[in-house]
């Protein structure tokens, strides 16, 4: 897995801003989307999946919770998203709702709680949360409700994927081994121009990992297996 965040630098004639997620959120412009990631990676993408927090929550409730250590007290409150997170910290079972709460928090609401990187500590949190879904996943007692998850997760998404695509796969998937799942947010740094914080992508550098890490043959073509992600979570 590669994590782009939110606030990569770009400029698109389908956006008057440089965020990138701005490409997505200014009409639902997906394969522009798309297009400018391949364009930033130097990768050929196959497949996009863009889903909203619901999926989360019932493929998390579908497979009965997920097992998380939470690293510290989560509370926040947003009344204008109909935000709440409230969270215990210590290994838990985390419900779909729970889930939600976890993967979106980024500090509590003086700020005096929270990941000190922010949106990319946030990132590397999102990715650990993942492991650990698929992880359960494919445990015993779930793999084989792996038909059900994926037409809960299709009728919850945007995607290219058809359920022939998916159904494939399903085979595959008790061979899964989580502990060789890597995972890599995109090289770069923060940094604030005309007042706006961006996260500048070194392209040199994620063409680097993707060649060296996720084993790709050539610079056009994404490694089989590959999952680049966006995150668009506010």
């Known amino acids: 897995m590669m994590s782009i965040p939110r606030d990569t630098y770009i ?18 412009k997906i394969i522009p989307l798309v297009e400018k990631i391949q364009e930033l990676l130097s990768v050929k993408i196959d497949y996009y ?6 999926i989360v929550h ?5 497979i ?31 419900n779909g709702n729970q889930a939600e709460m976890f993967v979106r928090f980024r500090h509590n609401n003086d700020m005096s709680v929270g990941y000190a990187m922010g949106d990319l500590k946030r990132v590397e949190v ?26 809960i997760a299709l009728k919850n998404t945007d995607t290219n994927i058809t359920i ?11 061979n ?5 799942i890597i995972s890599y947010t995109a ?11 961006y996260f500048l992508l070194d392209k040199e550098e994620t063409k680097k990992i993707i060649e060296e890490e996720f084993n790709s043959n050539t610079s056009v073509e994404a490694p089989d297996g590959a999952t680049v992600s966006v995150d668009n979570i506010n």
Do not use: C, W
């Not at 997920?66 to 215990?88: N, S």
């Open 11 to 28: 400029t698109s004639e389908y956006y008057s801003g440089h965020k990138l997620n701005g490409i997505y959120n200014r009409g639902k």
């Open 49 to 54: 999946l863009i889903f909203d927090t619901q």
């Open 58 to 62: 019932e493929l998390v409730d579908a």
């Open 64 to 94: 009965g919770g997920v097992e998380i250590d939470v690293p510290m007290r989560m509370k926040y409150d947003d009344p204008t998203q109909d935000l709440h997170i409230d969270l215990q910290p210590g290994l838990q079972v985390l």
């Open 126 to 151: 999102q990715q650990e949360f993942l492991k650990k879904f698929i992880k359960t996943v494919v445990s015993p007692s779930n793999i084989t409700k792996i038909p059900e998850l994926i037409n």
């Open 164 to 174: 022939r695509d998916a159904l494939k796969y399903v085979p595959d998937a008790g």
């Open 176 to 180: 899964i081994n989580t502990e060789n």
């Open 187 to 197: 090289a770069g740094g923060a940094e604030y121009i005309d007042g706006v914080s």
